[in-house]
């Protein structure tokens, strides 16, 4: 699972300094955090609404491609950023073997 988001994070890192009228993440780069934050919070709301339908339908299709979404436009936004997958999933791995309630909790005290 890993190489996927290895060839993604090599893709967005290439596609940042491409012509923007031939990528759309280029495009994206171009136009500016503001754009990209609007496109992770539209696909945000999209994918609480498919989760919404799945859970009503029982067809969990939308959801995936709605997630996808959501993860592909963060990606982007972590690559504007200057930062990619292996960050977050680093910051997964520090958390392994940590309460949850104990790991938000060390947040509110930083």
């Given at each position: 699972?890993?190489?996927?988001?290895?060839?993604?994070?090599?893709?967005?890192?290439?596609?940042?300094?491409?012509?923007?009228?031939?990528?759309?993440?280029?495009?994206?780069?171009?136009?500016?955090?503001?754009?990209?934050?609007?496109?992770?919070?539209?696909?945000?709301?999209?994918?609480?609404?498919?989760?919404?339908?799945?859970e009503q339908s029982?067809?969990?299709?939308?959801?995936?491609?709605?997630?996808?979404?959501?993860?592909?436009?963060?990606?982007?936004?972590?690559?504007?950023?200057?930062?990619?997958?292996?960050?977050?999933?680093?910051?997964?791995?520090?958390?392994?073997?940590?309460?949850?309630?104990?790991?938000?909790?060390?947040?509110?005290?930083?």
């Amino acid at each position: 699972m890993n190489d996927i988001l290895t060839q993604l994070d090599t893709i967005l890192a290439a596609r940042k300094s491409a012509d923007a009228d031939k990528s759309y993440v280029a495009s994206l780069h171009h136009k500016g955090l503001n754009k990209i934050l609007e496109k992770v919070g539209e696909e945000c709301t999209e994918t609480l609404i498919a989760a919404k339908d799945a859970e009503q339908s029982g067809d969990n299709n939308e959801l995936i491609a709605e997630t996808a979404d959501l993860w592909f436009h963060s990606l982007v936004m972590l690559s504007h950023l200057g930062e990619n997958a292996d960050s977050v999933l680093a910051e997964l791995a520090r958390r392994f073997d940590i309460s949850g309630l104990d790991e938000k909790a060390s947040r509110k005290n930083s």
